[in-house]
């Protein structure tokens, strides 16, 4: 069975850090979300997937050079323009000739999903598509379904007002489709599948769905993102862990690291402090510095002194000695 993984957006709300890496490149305990994802889906004995491509699809093929990762087989469809979800996934699946049932995932979501219990469910009903579902506190900003007690979804609204949503119960975009989803998605435009094809197929009667409690987290927001890589270093995953310095960096034995990822060639100077952050590759943190709840992108520099709280910082960029840089977006130099 193969994979449609959703990788083409623009990763705006992660931005300045996404002017220069596509999301699903950014690391998450030092290998690319991306990587995660399939190295979840070979779990369940996926070995083929294609990327439905848009923003800086260049970058995927220089990443994964011998055309695979995590032992996945890798094929690319590039977007001629924007095609929303549902569009994407047509788009994707008809360029790689897919005539088979499928799985369709967001690229920049991590679970620890077992994406067999999907198949069970979706065969155990003779569904035409089977989504997971997780529950959350605040469903407002996802697409919600209603589910009935065998697992037919009842009703899916997209992002409905909180005090009118359905369920608790939201999209945790892992789907499993029939061939036959894709001639409910006419090709040539933008369509979506959160509120176009999943309503259709609860008009049919033929949308499952399998909620589950299981880790799950979106990666698109700097807090999450965030989130996502301290919960690889301190066991949050059912089955993959981190450790929190990556070999190759140079931390100086009076600095002060808690609750942070820092990947290879980074410098902490003596009396640094780094927590709830990340400081990717090639960054320097100088004597005395203080990061707190902030993402470094690569090849930043932080001088003698500063303090960068809950910030994010392009590639490249600079802090001067002794600056406070709070609650702030700095792009790359230029």
Not at 23 to 38: F, Y
Not at 64 to 90: K, W
Not at 188 to 213: K, N, Q
């Amino acid at each position: 069975m193969r994979a449609v993984v959703l990788v083409g957006g623009f990763g705006t709300r992660l931005r300045p850090l996404t002017d220069t890496i596509p999301k699903p490149l950014l690391p998450v305990g030092h290998r690319a979300i991306l990587e995660l994802v399939l190295c979840n889906l070979a779990r369940a004995g996926l070995d083929a997937a294609v990327l439905s491509l848009g923003f800086r699809s260049d970058a995927f093929a220089r990443a994964f050079p011998d055309g695979s990762c995590a032992g996945v087989r890798l094929a690319y469809a590039v977007e001629p323009e924007p095609l929303d979800t549902a569009g994407a996934i047509a788009f994707a699946a008809r360029q790689a000739g897919i005539d088979e049932r499928f799985v369709v995932v967001n690229g920049d979501v991590l679970t620890d999903l077992d994406v067999r219990q999907l198949v069970r469910t979706h065969e155990q009903h003779g569904a035409r598509a089977t989504i997971h579902l997780t529950p959350v506190d605040d469903p407002s900003a996802f697409g919600v379904a209603e589910v009935a007690a065998d697992g037919r979804v009842l009703r899916f609204v997209e992002k409905p007002p909180r005090d009118s949503a359905p369920s608790n119960l939201v999209n945790a975009g892992t789907y499993l489709f029939e061939p036959d989803v894709l001639d409910l998605i006419p090709a040539g435009g933008p369509i979506s599948v959160e509120r176009e094809t999943f309503p259709r197929l609860v008009r049919d009667g033929t949308l499952y769905a399998v909620a589950t409690d299981d880790y799950w987290t979106d990666t698109g927001r700097p807090e999450l993102y965030l989130r996502a890589n301290i919960d690889m270093i301190s066991g949050a995953r059912a089955w993959m862990r981190s450790d929190a310095v990556a070999s190759g960096a140079i931390v100086a034995a009076s600095a002060r690291l808690e609750r942070s990822v820092v990947a290879s060639g980074v410098q902490i100077d003596d009396d640094a402090s780094v927590s709830g952050s990340v400081v990717l590759d090639g960054t320097t943190v100088r004597r005395g510095a203080e990061i707190v709840d902030s993402i470094l992108g690569p090849g930043c520099a932080v001088g003698e002194g500063a303090l960068v709280s809950g910030s994010v910082l392009g590639a490249g960029a600079t802090v001067a000695a002794g600056d406070q840089l709070r609650d702030a977006r700095r792009p790359q130099p230029g």
